[in-house]
């Protein structure tokens, strides 16, 4: 079924600088989203185009992974100009209209700064590498070789193998947490603070939102290039590496998530806070301490406004316990900080593959997950396709793109699975991304889920987001209250938000079975609008599989 898109209404736009707060944040992988001039990539005046499907979601902003200039060797998060526009996105003119279309939409325009390494092209790193004495020899993470010319420590790479590579200029060994392509840069260095501050401000004044700040935890490293210790088996997770993965061996105590980092977050933020609601989230990538990190990166305002860490984009399955135990623990950790959650992005398998896949009514499962993410105290995060149900494309391996993927498959596949093109017309070629052959492969099985299908169907998955969204918006506890945990059983979750005077009780079934979670003598009233159809009776809620239920306290 089809119908017209129809753009959410909004709010008076007068200035809240709090927008952020509970804010929907729609992500936007643009080489993947719409290609509007034939090469098979996508590109800035492709969202453009799309914009007005991104407002009908009823999302509050967008945010858009990195399209300056680059080598590509990391598809954009090798930055070698941090204030131009790559040409095979557009220009910088190109993002001028698109953020001047997102707001006359009523939509913030948020990007990515990748501000832990550039790329080994970058005018900054080939000054440093030329000698030990050039004005930019310090602003990148520099050593020399141990006396038997191997790396300064145990240091690991996310990618694989060592952190250091051996630059053959300086006869020295240059710090790379990713790619040996992306060398990091050398924050106790205040000159390179102040160069990332300036290309934050560029931004700002061009008229941007906010940012998603890459690898945030990564900013800085110890001078002291003390080892990392062993971590021991039992304590090993693949939150943030996969589990074939040997960097998961070690405690990383020395090569981030280091102390100095508040400082210059603390500078950040000021920057932020001369322009009128701008705003940043974090991203944070610690498996053993990332809550932890989250709280102390968002505390008191000072700092970025929000973080997200990996509690929901591992691969262990969501259940009742892990969402209680995690939003329990950042209360306890963060009570003044703010997370912003999320099941997905460019770099996870799809939620559709990674969990909904054994499941009796995978389709269902995923309106209760989605419903679930958009009901926690929080702000939320939701990559393109989801909304869709677009599962983990399977790929050949002359088909990857991703360095990542092919140094560790087949084990690990890599990211390119998730990163497939949007698909938009079930009829046209490539699913209406494009004319030409893309990028990555258009899989067949997401054609049969493309947006001119879905659209208007009110059973599909598209328009349930678009539905629960509104709902969400009618309801302020939703997006800014705070929660309360109901104890409830086995696959349910039951939680309070409270702002002002309004109390939302929100009780969700995770399993395939009927469900029944007891709210005692209170009274409640149902609230409409969600597209569930839990029942109330006498002091609880009984629900179907992968069902909800929403009502008021009154």
Known sequence: MQSALKVTSRPDPAIDRDWWRGAVIYQIYPRSYQDSNGDGIGDLKGIVQRLPYIASLGVDA???????????????YDVSDYCD??????????????????HRLGLKVMIDEVLSHTADIHPWFKESRSSRTNAKADWYVWADAKPDGTPPNNWLSIFGGSAWQWDTSRQQYYLHNFLAEQPDLNFHNTEVQDALLDVTRFWLERGVDGFRLDTINFYFHSQGLENNPPLPPEERNDQTAPAVNPYNYQDHLYDKSRPENLGFLERFRALLDEYPAQAAVGEVGDSQRGLEVVAAYTAGGKR??????????????????????????????????????????????????????????????????????????????????????LGEAELQFEDLQDPYGIRFWPEFKGRDGCRTPMVWDAAARN????TAKPWLPVPGKHLSQAVNVQQGDTNSLLEHYRRFLAFRRQHPALAKGDIDFIESEGDTVAFTRREGNEQVVCVFNLGSKPAEVALGSQALQPLPGHGFSGQSGAGSIRLGAYGAWFGRID
């Open 85 to 102: 526009v790559d040409p095979m996105f557009g220009t910088l003119a190109d993002f001028d209209a698109l953020t001047a279309e997102a």
């Open 304 to 389: 970025v406004h929000m973080c997200y860490s990996f509690d929901f984009l591992a691969p262990e399955k969501i259940s009742a316990a892990k969402v209680r135990s995690v939003l329990e623990a950042f209360g306890k950790v963060a009570s003044d900080g703010w997370s912003c959650w999320a099941f997905s992005n460019h770099d996870v398998m799809r939620p559709a593959s990674r969990w909904a896949a054994g499941e009796a009514d995978p389709a269902a499962y995923l309106k209760v997950i989605s419903a679930l993410l958009m009901s926690l105290r929080g702000s939320v995060c939701i990559y393109q396709g989801e909304e869709l149900g």
């Open 431 to 434: 699913g209406g991304f494009s």
């Open 62 to 76: 967008i945010w858009i992974s990195p399209f300056f200039k680059s080598p590509m060797k990391d598809f954009g």
